[in-house]
């Protein structure tokens, strides 16, 4: 008997290796190719218009598509949109879908699903984060702001394969635009008829190469090739499925031990290690992006722009790049990181110049003057128990350690620390429950527009509550001028504004140290995104 349970055991297990191995034949049978990997945190939603986050975007961009899509090489290309064109009056496009687009139920994507879809991000009830990405259209923002009407919004759908788009003014980058999660259509049909659709697997449908298959709240989320995808000829996997870990060691630990295939977030010290020894499976990701801190402006004594600039110029961004992230991050100039262009074809972060610096003497002078004008002592401030609030994370943790040591070193000022999951984190910044808070952003397409106007007075985005009539004056004038050298001169004139206030420390500028298995090939990596899989494959 026991003979026979062994047998039966060996068997079991024998069949779970074929299931489960990544490109294993046996017989005539070739088993599933199932990318493994980590998303790091729990996404808030997998609903394309009310998604904020990376821990989001990564899931999102392998289920759905827009009407374009960003190529290997980082150009924009065609997505669902077939052919597009732009009428003589530089506000007016004209998208033409393809015919053999289709959501994972097998319904065909139309430009009413468009339509619905961006007018849906926009209704004010939906209370959507990212709506301001949708200003770009006309009426747009009158509409979200319960100023206008949803009939007057700039995106119609003449028939089933053809979407007209009306912009407010005319806007260089709008096609990338059609490329970023929130113009991401979704299934009108589906929506209307359950409202919770995104919150399970079992109702999720989606447009891209990937759909929803499981969803194991904080646990896993599984998406399987979509086989009603026009280009499913060229997706070679057959699933990706990303453990939800916080804990980048375990999840390094559990990839270096065979149980991950890739992972897009790899702690410093292991970065470091792989450069070192020229690990053929380290890849250092190109990355437009900006690590920060926000300041809570609306408490004493950081309503003082001295004391915001003094905890500024004592942090020490080249010891925290070369000692402690090592992973070719550049220290921080200002807000705008480098990769985009300017008016004149040239790196737009040049032309701003350096708008940060690291000044101890300066940042001691500033402090002392600071505080006696917010009427506080530096033992009463000490007094205070501030708080630098951070998400979980062994980078954020020991960047964090080494700005409170530098403050304290350089200022006299204890900082407590605190980490929370990345969606607690998120809802608190929203909710002005911080002192002082770690925050990132990578771009959302290649333009400075997208750093700078997340500190527009009314952005939903701007966590620090900045307020200054004159950058909100300049990010209008950049948003609504045809003229390329007044855009990029206001924007430039906006930065130095933000950076003379300093409503936010930026760090340094980001890069995305990512590894992966040497059998995994066709990853890339534009520099807006995390890395694409839709194209990977698995060969052993």
Avoid at 289 to 297: A, E, I, K, Q
Wanted: proline share 3%; aromatic share 12%; glycine share 6%.
């Amino acid at each position: 008997m026991k003979k026979k349970l062994v047998t039966l055991a060996s068997l079991f297990l024998a069949l779970t290796f074929v299931l489960t191995g990544c490109g294993t034949k046996t017989g005539n049978e070739t088993a599933k190719k199932v990318l493994r990997t980590n998303n790091s945190s729990e996404p808030g939603s997998l609903d394309p218009a009310l998604a904020q986050g990376t821990h989001e975007s990564w899931v999102l961009q392998h289920i759905f598509q827009g009407l374009m899509d960003y190529a290997e090489d980082g150009t924009i290309v065609n997505g669902v949109a077939e052919s597009y064109e732009l009428a003589d009056d530089n506000v007016t496009y004209t998208f033409k879908l393809r015919k053999d687009a289709k959501w994972s139920n097998g319904d065909p994507v139309t430009a009413e699903d468009f339509e619905f879809a961006w007018k849906r991000a926009l209704d004010p009830e939906l209370a959507a984060d990212y709506a301001y990405q949708l200003y770009y259209l006309k009426g747009g923002q009158a509409y979200n702001e319960g100023k206008g009407s949803k009939d007057d919004v700039g995106v119609k759908a003449i028939d089933a394969q053809t979407l007209e788009v009306v912009l407010e003014v005319p806007t260089g980058y709008f096609l990338e635009l059609t490329a970023f999660y929130t113009y991401y259509p979704v299934n009108k049909k589906v929506v209307e008829a359950n409202a919770d659709w995104a919150k399970d697997a079992k109702s999720h449908v989606s447009n891209g190469a990937f759909k929803l298959t499981t969803w194991e709240h904080n646990s896993k989320i599984v998406i399987e090739k979509n086989t009603s995808f026009f280009d499913a000829a060229k997706v070679k996997l057959d699933a990706i499925e990303f453990a939800i870990l916080e804990d980048e060691n375990t999840a390094w630990q559990k990839y270096s031990g065979g149980e991950f295939d890739f992972l897009a977030t790899v702690p410093a010290a292991v970065t470091n290690q792989l450069l070192t020894d020229k690990s053929a499976e380290i890849t250092i990701g190109g990355q437009v992006g900006t690590y920060y801190y926000n300041l809570n402006s609306k408490e004493a004594p950081f309503d003082n722009v001295k004391v915001r600039k003094a905890l500024a110029l004592s942090i020490d961004r080249q010891t925290i790049v070369s000692k402690i992230t090592m992973g070719g991050q550049i220290p921080a100039e200002g807000v705008t990181p480098f990769g985009m262009v300017d008016e004149n074809g040239d790196e737009y972060r040049d032309g701003v110049g350096k708008l940060v610096t690291y000044d101890v003497t300066e940042a001691k002078k500033l402090f002392t003057e600071g505080l006696a004008e917010a009427g506080m002592t530096l033992e009463q401030f000490n007094a205070k128990n501030f708080v630098l609030l951070y998400n979980t994370s062994e980078a954020h943790q020991k960047i964090a350690q080494a700005v409170q040591e530098m403050w304290r070193t350089s200022l006299g000022i204890e900082i407590k620390l605190e980490n929370v999951d990345f969606q607690v984190k998120l809802d608190r910044e929203k909710a002005g429950d911080y002192d002082i808070s770690r925050a990132g952003w990578i771009g959302d397409y290649m333009d400075p527009m997208t750093f700078l106007d997340l500190w527009y007075s009314t952005s939903s985005f701007n966590d620090a509550k900045y307020n200054n009539p004159e950058y909100d004056a300049l990010v209008d004038e950049a948003k609504n001028s045809v003229d390329p050298k007044v855009r990029f001169n206001a924007m430039r004139e906006a930065e130095a504004i933000l950076m003379a206030d300093m409503p936010v420390i930026p760090v340094y500028f980001y890069t995305q140290p990512y590894v992966q298995k040497t059998y995994v090939k066709g990853v890339y990596k534009p520099l807006i995104n995390y890395p694409v899989l839709k194209y990977a494959d698995i060969q052993k």
